[in-house]
């Protein structure tokens, strides 16, 4: 698929769906830089993913940790070829109870984290003047609502119109940017949620697959964004749910209300 001696930037990419797009990446013979949060898991990329990862602690929400991280990623593979805007989370609230700090936390970490990814990525296939890919990692919420998630579902919905924007600037640059819409994903981040009794059941009532997506299920759609076999894709979402978006969205505030 052409990743052999690529170089990618993977945010998020030491857990969840970022640490299976990095491990892809890695199986498949390219350098990988990954940006995360958390310091310990960053330091011991070489040891969990193989000698052609490395990384810097990053703030995807820190325009400066940003510029820095691609700097960092360029100083030690020479260029970048792809980057993978996956960092997310999110803080439940209605909508009339909400403060603006858990808002903005939504918005920060999903929107920002992947506007800066997408900017800076853009930048650095400018300055060498060559192709690139870039894949955002959005939600089945950018498209279905739900109780308790319109911070979190703003977030995405912007990261899919930002995708479509940055195809639309950027394609006659011969840069492709193309974002995935997970649905359910058995992650460390959902793994809390899906603990609790009863959600689980609540989820699977929804989905016609009736189980959730492994991350590297996750990470096969975006790598295949990325790939040659996708030369011609530009500005879509690909919706990846287990037919979940069929059915609508279970009704989460017994459970966290």
Sequence with gaps: ????????????????????????????????????????????ASETFGPNVAGLRTDVTNEADMEALFAAAVERFGTVDAVYNVAGGSRP?????????????????????????????????????????????????????????????????????????????LAEKRIRVNAVSPGLVDTPLTGGLLGMDGVMEAYLDRIPAKRAADPDEIAGVALFLASEDASYVNGVNIVADGAWSTSGYPDLRRFIG
């Design 93 to 169: 609230g209605s909508i009339v109870d909400m403060d603006l700090a858990t808002w903005d936390f939504n918005i920060r970490l999903n929107l920002y984290g992947a506007f800066l990814g997408t900017k800076f990525g853009a930048q650095q296939f400018l300055a060498e003047g060559k192709p690139g890919v870039i894949v955002n990692v959005a939600s089945l919420n950018s498209e279905v609502p739900m109780h308790l998630g319109a911070g979190y579902s703003t977030a995405k919905a912007g990261v899919v119109m930002l995708t479509k924007n940055a195809a639309l600037e």
């Design 1 to 44: 698929m052409g990743f052999d001696k690529s170089v990618a930037v993977v945010t998020g990419g030491v857990s969840g769906i970022g640490a299976a797009i990095t491990k892809r990446l890695a199986g498949l013979g390219a350098q990988v830089f990954v940006a995360d949060i958390n310091a310990d898991a960053v330091a011991a």
